[in-house]
């Protein structure tokens, strides 16, 4: 194979680690754009009532939950053919995920402009469109998500080179969501209102025509993205290295819950998930949050203003902290203990935005604004640094139990690994995905009506992300796991 430095062990470098990292980084950019604007525009613009649209987002969570477990077993039991074993899937994926994705902002219908003026509106065609592209999106979404997860422990096999991968796609996943939390940013600062932008007016307007035609742009970069990473896939070693041995449908489906067998796992599994979900309440509360807590009282023009100062923030946040991260990495020189100061430094920060709650300057807003959220959004993109190697060492561990629990030796590590992969990470997302499915539809009831433009609801919103890294942090605590570079 083109990219391993030996015979054992297989691993990713160059033009290979680049190319996977593109499928990714394609993945993210769409999702991003999808996921953190798609709730603002039905909410904000088309003015969909927010239960509704919370609805719509938990079933994008829970059908990305239930099919990335189902696609995950699936994928283990593949037989592997002449072109790979998971690749071929990026091909199936693909198309509808994308069309989806797209047609999300270009509703055939929408509530009358009587009502929406008045308020946010049950109006059940919209609703329905709405759902039924979340459902299409997250059915193919997560196959790609599962292939792009489940492939990498066997194409990426030391802890060296899952750390250096970790990097690669840690810094495009910051680069996606610069990307896809710009432009929309951009768009709002351009809205001559950007505190009533409801279709009907001149910033609504604004925004449905630009939407379209960036969701169309962004949706043919990311398709160049992904097939740069179905070429640069390497699966010829499924058919020199294995015998392919074909389970039953009911023997498959066992796989989904050896898992929930796995204490150890179950910990590290509670504190990611955790971790992760906690980021969809940014997806309600950011955006107001700009407009209405930092910008409350300024007039309309100076709000226009913060948007810009936002996209600022994150940029230079994010890069920030991931420089900071990986210094702290290589001078603790181990992953779970930097992964344990990360969660509980983002828990702490996130309990700063109370302070929100008293009368300040804006300029003394702007700093806390900074030093808090900043502190949170930089540290909560640098988590894949430590989660995803170490992901992958716990599929490695779980391989190994199997081989000393189980009294048929004829399998070796490889094998057992490429059986359980797609199990392991379809739990993860399940579970991620139901919480997220909860807290979204909880979050959906808090702000509905004007609650949506409430400061103290919003600041107590964006606080509770604090609240989700205290229980993972306690959730790694508990973890006695010894890894590889734990001493």
Known sequence: MGN??????????????????MGFFGIMLLLMLTESYSYNFYVYTIRLDSILVSIGSTINMLTMGFSSI???????????????????????????????????????????????MVSTVIYWPTAIWYWVLNFLKAVFGSLLMIVFSSILPEISQTLHNRKKTAMVATNLRILSSVVSVTFPNIITSLLEDSTNKGYWTPSGKFIMKIMPSISI????????????????????????ESSFEKRTLRATFNNIFKPIKDKEYMK?????????ASQYILIFTIMPFVAYVLGRN???GQIGFLYILYIIISISTKFVWLFIWRFIMKR????????????????????FELFFFFEMHVFLRMILFILSFGTVLGSIYSTNLFNSPLMNEMIDRAAENHLINNEDKSE?????????????????SLSFSILAAISSTIFGFIFQGGNSQNPVILTLGLMSMGVFHIVAFVSLKLLKVKFRDSG
């Open 217 to 240: 742009l962004f949706g043919i970069i990311t398709a160049i993205l992904i097939l740069i990473a179905f070429f640069s896939i390497d699966e010829s070693f499924h058919l020199t």
């Open 298 to 300: 300024l007039p309309y």
């Open 332 to 351: 603790k020189g181990n992953l779970l203990k930097t992964y344990k100061l990360n969660v509980i430094i983002i828990a702490i920060a996130a309990f």
């Open 412 to 428: 070796d590590k490889n094998q057992v690994v490429t059986k359980i992969s797609g199990s392991y990470y379809g739990l993860f």
């Open 4 to 21: 391993t430095k030996n015979s054992t062990l297989r691993e990713l470098h160059g033009t290979r680690l680049i190319g996977y990292s």
């Open 70 to 116: 189902i696609f995950g077993v699936i994928l283990d039991n593949t037989k592997p053919k002449k072109i790979g074993k998971r690749r071929p899937y990026i091909l199936i994926g693909l198309p509808i995920w994308l069309v989806s994705a797209v047609l999300v902002y270009f509703p055939p219908w929408i509530p009358p402009e009587a009502q929406a």
């Open 268 to 276: 590290f599994m509670t504190a990611g998930v955790c971790a992760q």
